[in-house]
C-alpha cells in the first residue's frame, strides 16, 4: 500500500487521480506538491524608507538552503491532506555578490535528495499516510537583482529572493518582492524567509482550499 501511494503522489495526474478515485469513494481528496505560492516580508517596517548600504556587502560562497514545508489540502467533505518536508541541500555551488543594494548570483546550483511524507485524514481519523523520497538539481544559473536593508536583521528583495523552496520534484514559483532576516555571524550569512499561500481552486468539478507554507534558510560564506 505504501508504494502504490508513494507512487501516486509522484505522479504528474495527482489531482485527476483523486477525482477520479472521490467518484467510487465519495470522500476523497487530491492531494498535490504543486501551488503557486507568494513570498511575504518577515518585516513590517516601511519599504520606502530603507538603507541599501550594508554591512553584508562582499561576495559570498553558497553553501546551503534548508527548508520546511507543509501543504494542507481539504475538500467539501471532510477529507484533508496534509504533505510535509524537510531537507538541506547537497552539491552546493555558486557565488552571491552584496554590493551596496545590488545582488549578484553566479553559477548558483543545489541537489535535494530527501523524503516527503503525506498523511490523508478524513473526517480529523487517519485515513491513510506514506512517506516517499523526492529529488530536485537546480542546474548552474546566473541572476542580478537588488536588495534593501531595512533594519539591523531584516531585508527586502524587490524580485525575490536567490532561490525557493522545493516541493515534491519542483520549485515554487518564482516570486516579485519579499523579505527576510539575515544574521552575519563571522563569515556566515544566513538568510531565512517564509512563504505562505492561501488558495482557493476547482478540479473536475470539486472545490478545494489549498495552505502551502515554508520557511528556508540559505547560507553564505564570505570569502
Same mark, same amino acid.
Given at each position: ?19 477520479? +478515485?472521490?467518484?467510487?469513494? +465519495? ?16 518585516? &513590517? ?12 556587502? /562582499? ?23 496534509? &504533505? ?17 543594494? !545590488? ?14 511524507? /503525506? ?22 544559473? *546566473?541572476?542580478? /537583482?537588488?536588495? +534593501?536593508?531595512? !533594519?539591523?536583521? !531584516? ?27 539575515? +544574521? ?7 538568510? &531565512? ?5 492561501? !488558495? ?6 470539486? &472545490?478545494? *482550499? ?14
Amino acid at each position: 500500500m505504501a508504494d502504490y501511494f508513494s507512487a501516486i503522489l509522484n505522479s504528474k495526474n495527482i489531482f485527476l487521480f483523486w477525482a477520479t +478515485k472521490k467518484k467510487t469513494m +465519495k470522500k476523497l481528496i487530491a492531494p498535490t506538491l504543486l501551488s503557486i505560492v507568494i513570498l511575504i516580508t518577515s518585516c &513590517t517596517k516601511d519599504k520606502n524608507n530603507v538603507n541599501s548600504a550594508s554591512a553584508i556587502d /562582499g561576495t559570498y560562497k553558497f553553501t546551503s538552503v534548508s527548508a520546511s514545508t507543509n501543504s494542507t489540502l481539504t475538500d467539501a467533505y471532510g477529507g484533508k491532506m496534509v &504533505t510535509t518536508s524537510d531537507y538541506t541541500s547537497i552539491n552546493n555551488g555558486g557565488t552571491a555578490i552584496f554590493n551596496n543594494g !545590488s545582488l549578484t548570483a553566479t553559477g548558483l546550483t543545489y541537489t535535494v535528495d530527501a523524503q516527503a511524507k /503525506g498523511i490523508y485524514y478524513q473526517d480529523g481519523a487517519i485515513l491513510d499516510s506514506s512517506s516517499y523520497p523526492f529529488a530536485f538539481t537546480l542546474p548552474s544559473s *546566473n541572476s542580478v /537583482g537588488q536588495y +534593501k536593508i531595512i !533594519s539591523s536583521d !531584516s531585508i527586502y528583495f524587490p524580485q525575490g529572493g536567490l532561490t525557493t523552496p522545493v516541493d515534491g520534484s519542483n520549485p515554487y514559483p518564482a516570486t516579485t518582492g519579499g523579505g527576510g532576516r539575515y +544574521k552575519l555571524s563571522g563569515k556566515t550569512l544566513t538568510i &531565512t524567509q517564509q512563504y505562505l499561500k492561501d !488558495s482557493t481552486f476547482t478540479d473536475s468539478g470539486e &472545490t478545494y *482550499n489549498m495552505e502551502q507554507s515554508a520557511t528556508t534558510s540559505i547560507m553564505l560564506e564570505k570569502q
